[in-house]
Nanobody
């Protein structure tokens, strides 16, 4: 089992920045690719970004490309999402997720991840 705990959410004005973090425990963190998803009220959970086990490869949703940066620290067992130039439409609960090496699902699908955190709320005011 992998336990994931997000933190760092909050209220920010449009155009501002915020960094959310996710600390993992329970298994060897570097064995897992990691992802960030978000879910706004009344909407389905959507893919935001993913990062490979080493951190050498990343991939982003078009809606956040150029504004968000995913990174990880395999010593601190932590994955980050730096969010810049935030927009009101970025308002959502942000979830981190861990993907096991045997996972066959697509990295952009929630079904492609095996463990989830409880989420952290990010609210962007206009």
């Amino acid at each position: 089992q992998v336990q994931l705990v997000e933190s760092g959410g909050g209220l920010v004005q449009a155009g501002g920045s915020l960094r959310v973090s996710c600390v993992a425990s329970g298994r060897t963190f570097s064995n897992y690719a990691m992802g960030w998803f978000r879910q706004a009220p009344g909407k389905e959970r959507e893919f935001v970004a993913t990062i490979s086990r080493s951190g050498g490869s990343t991939y982003y949703a078009d809606s956040v490309k150029g504004r968000f940066t995913i990174s990880r620290d395999n010593v601190k067992n932590t994955v980050y999402l730096q969010m810049n130039t935030l927009k009101p439409e970025d308002t959502a609960v942000y979830y981190c997720a861990a993907r096991s090496p045997r996972q066959q699902g697509r990295v952009v699908d929630a079904a492609g991840y095996d463990y989830w955190g409880q989420g952290t709320q990010v609210t962007v005011s206009s």
